[in-house]
């Protein structure tokens, strides 16, 4: 049983340049979330998918970000015209709806990340 | 809105019992969790409680009170590798799914 895994580790652009990323969370698992980490903080949410439908997005997504879950499967979080601003860990984690289903049942598994470094 | 408060820092000896304390502000409160992060590392879940009381699980225990909008871990027979951040979140009615983390606590297990 593989966990999830993000794809670069690293990545190191320049300021307005595009940068994607990848997740795969774990096999089964219908709903996947992107959350960003900067030094000293705990991850703030940016978005949800339940299959491959977007449900939640937050405030911190600007338009420059855009997010899809395709086939409900991997998912792919794009930042379009990088700012130094940007740079953070983004974690994707990955879910699968319980028996009693709502939230309280929900438990996030987490990849390992990816550091964006934005010059 | 939601805020959470947890202490930014607790050192403790090896083999000794650390409490972290975690509170929270909040509407619609789902659940509190409590995850573990090294240096460098993927966010570990450790415990989840939605019910008032002490939830153990091997030498890590969450306690949630919810009347009083507190929870705490603790970690017993502490060791060298417990040394890293730990986070308490919540969920609620208005974050749905999305968990709200607080700044984390940083552990230093000293020998």
């Known amino acids: 049983d593989t966990g999830v895994s993000q794809n670069p580790r690293h990545k190191i652009t320049k300021r307005g340049q595009n940068v994607t990323f990848r997740c795969d969370p774990i096999s089964e698992h219908n709903r996947l979330y992107w959350y960003r980490q900067t030094l000293g903080q705990g991850p703030e949410f940016l978005t949800y998918f339940q299959n491959e439908a977007q449900l939640e997005k937050s405030r911190l997504l600007s338009d420059r970000f855009s997010a899809e879950r395709p086939k409900g499967s991997f998912s792919t979080l794009e930042i379009q015209r990088t700012e130094q601003g940007d740079s953070a860990m983004y974690l994707c984690?990955?879910?699968?709806?319980?028996?009693?289903?709502?939230?309280?049942?929900?438990?996030?598994?987490f990849g390992p990340g990816t550091r964006l470094t934005v010059l | 809105g939601q805020s959470l408060e947890q202490p930014s820092e607790v050192t403790a000896v090896e083999g000794a019992i650390v409490q972290i304390n975690c509170t929270y502000q909040?509407?619609?409160?789902?659940?509190l969790s409590w995850y573990q992060q090294h240096d460098g590392g993927a966010p570990t879940f450790l415990s989840y409680?939605?019910?008032?009381g002490l939830e153990e699980t091997g030498r890590f225990s969450s306690f949630l009170s919810r009347s009083d909008s507190y929870g705490y871990l603790l970690l017993q027979e502490l060791q060298m590798k417990d040394s890293a951040s730990y986070f308490c979140a919540v969920r609620d009615v208005y974050s749905g799914y999305a968990l709200n983390f607080g700044k984390g606590t940083s552990l230093l297990v000293t020998p």
């Open positions: 409680n939605a019910l008032d």
């Open positions: 909040t509407s619609g409160f789902y659940g």
């Open positions: 984690a990955s879910s699968k709806s319980g028996l009693a289903g709502g939230p309280g049942t929900d438990t996030q598994y």
